[in-house]
């Protein structure tokens, strides 16, 4: 019998900051930030850039998401924010308003398929992948990684979300996507 499961993960000690510059109109930023990042350093819409420490995720044309550890982001960020002084930048801590889950095992696409759109099939969205979407109600920064996927969302509605996966996991109707 095949294993048809899919694991749920709360992420301990996840820290986020968003790092907003044109680096279209500068850039010397790009290569700024791309120093401090690593090799992948701010990555094209679509892809995860991965250096030395958190991963960059494309937010938007001039947004990326860089997520690690809590304590590592906000070291980043502070060093970024002194790298990107002299051009228009934002580099904001993000880490007390958003929420992370794991999703792993052969079913963890089906799971996240009940709640977005995205085509999760491995051809469409690779290892690296990366997007921001919906999944329900909710504004959702989705990527795949190695172990499986990992769903990022606000905070406030992340016991809701929880839920809602457990549920879809179990093969319960999961609760309507309009959280109380």
Known sequence: MA??????????????????VDVARHPAARAAAEALLGHDGLPPAGRV??????????????DWLLTG???????????????LAPWPALVSVQSDALIAFDLAGPRAADVLA???????????????????????????????HAQGYRLIVDRSRGA???????????????EPFLPR
Not at 11 to 19: K, N, R
Not at 114 to 140: E, M, N, Q, W, Y
Not at 163 to 173: D, I
């Open 160 to 174: 809701w979300l929880h839920l809602w996966l457990e549920k879809a996991v179990a093969g319960l109707p999961p």
């Open 69 to 83: 550890s809590v304590e590592r982001v906000a070291d980043l960020a502070d060093d970024l924010r002194v790298a």
């Open 3 to 20: 294993d048809d499961r899919c694991s749920i993960l709360l992420v301990a000690d996840f820290g986020a900051a968003l790092v907003t």
């Open 114 to 144: 009940t709640g977005t759109g995205v085509d999760l099939h491995p051809s469409a969205f690779p290892i690296g992948a990366s997007v921001v979407t919906r999944f329900g109600p909710l504004r959702a920064t989705l990527f795949r």
């Open 49 to 62: 850039g991965r250096g030395d420490g958190p991963a960059c995720l494309w937010q938007g044309p001039r």
